[in-house]
């Protein structure tokens, strides 16, 4: 279907701006041991979630359904991906966290709520890979909804606003993550027919749970500490706004003074056309990709994106 950036600080408490007690700070997060961690804030944060997702798939025709939260669990990405398949992910840029938020749902209450969106009873007629025009969109107006959610149970912890960027079948695509990155995932099971058994889970990256509170901000948050989470947000999603030169070289010939000289109207110059050739943002290295078509327009694809000196 990409580790927080604020310190429990920013924090409000319900009269005025104040900083949270140590209590509060041991409530967001557990140091268990040495590279363990406990996040007992999530629990809250799942029961809420779990409310407005039953409260939104009932709003999409099955007024019936249940959503049972089971126990929340540790695990590398790419455990996580192979667990939820065949399933749909929906990729979330959720500021002030720094990583995504990513969500998987089972790609067969997928097709179900399409049907009953539809006029249908939910019934599933065969497994299929491919999706259609019609449930691609209705992915990812599921996506924008479920973000909502995401936003409202987050929102007694800290101020975030998720931004779907992502949704596919394919979880190699969710490239913000990598294979052993560990997740902390959440699962809502739905009961009732004719969802009973689905699920949708819920993943957050641990190198980003560990940054909830003020203790535990990595080297590289401690600046951005002190800031508002509201006024943040809204810098970086105007930043995200920002529009950036892109730009390809295709081809670079040489020619000789002499012939360059001697040009004329009609004259060709010969050139030859590159496998890959390279995809610059703003003056610097980005891709490469390779040259092709798309709706009857020319066309990059992107087929490797250049690492950063920090490997991001």
């Known amino acids: 279907m990409t580790a927080v950036t604020k310190s429990v600080k920013a924090l409000k408490a319900p009269a005025a701006p104040s900083a949270p007690s140590e209590d509060a700070k041991a409530s967001l997060l557990l140091r268990k041991a040495e590279g363990s961690y406990a996040f ?9 979630f779990a409310r407005s997702l039953r409260d939104l798939i009932r709003a999409l025709g099955a007024p019936k359904i249940q959503i049972e939260r089971t126990g929340a669990e540790q695990m590398s990405f790419a455990d996580w991906s192979a667990s939820a398949a065949p399933a749909i992910f929906w990729r979330y840029h959720a500021p002030p966290l720094k990583g995504p938020v990513l969500l998987a749902g089972s790609r067969s209450l997928l097709l179900q709520l399409v049907d009953i969106f539809y006029g249908g009873r939910g019934q599933l007629a065969a497994e299929r890979e491919e999706l259609t025009d019609a449930e691609d969109r209705f992915a990812a107006r599921l996506g924008r909804d479920i973000g909502m959610q995401l936003a409202a149970a987050w929102r007694d912890k800290i101020v975030i606003e998720p ?17 052993d990155d560990e997740l902390f995932v959440q699962r809502f099971t739905l009961r009732g027919a004719p969802f009973d058994g689905r699920t949708i889970m819920c993943a957050y990256p641990v190198a980003g749970l560990r940054g909830v509170a003020g203790d535990e901000l990595l080297p590289e948050m401690q600046s951005a500490s002190a800031a508002d989470p509201v006024w943040a947000g809204a810098l970086d999603k105007a930043l995200r706004d920002v529009r950036m030169p892109v730009r390809s070289v295709l081809a670079r010939p040489e020619i000789s003074l002499v012939k360059l000289l001697g040009l004329e109207v009609g004259d060709i110059i010969p050139i030859s056309m590159p496998r890959h ?3 610059t943002v703003a003056g610097r290295s980005f891709a490469l990709g390779s040259i092709g078509e798309a709706n009857g327009n020319a066309a990059i694809m992107i087929e490797h994106i250049e690492k950063g000196p920090d490997n991001d």
């Open 277 to 279: 050739v390279p995809v």
């Open 163 to 179: 931004q779907l960027d992502c949704v596919t079948a394919d979880p190699a695509k969710l490239a913000a993550v990598r294979a």
């Open 40 to 48: 007992p804030a999530l629990d809250s944060v799942a029961s809420q």
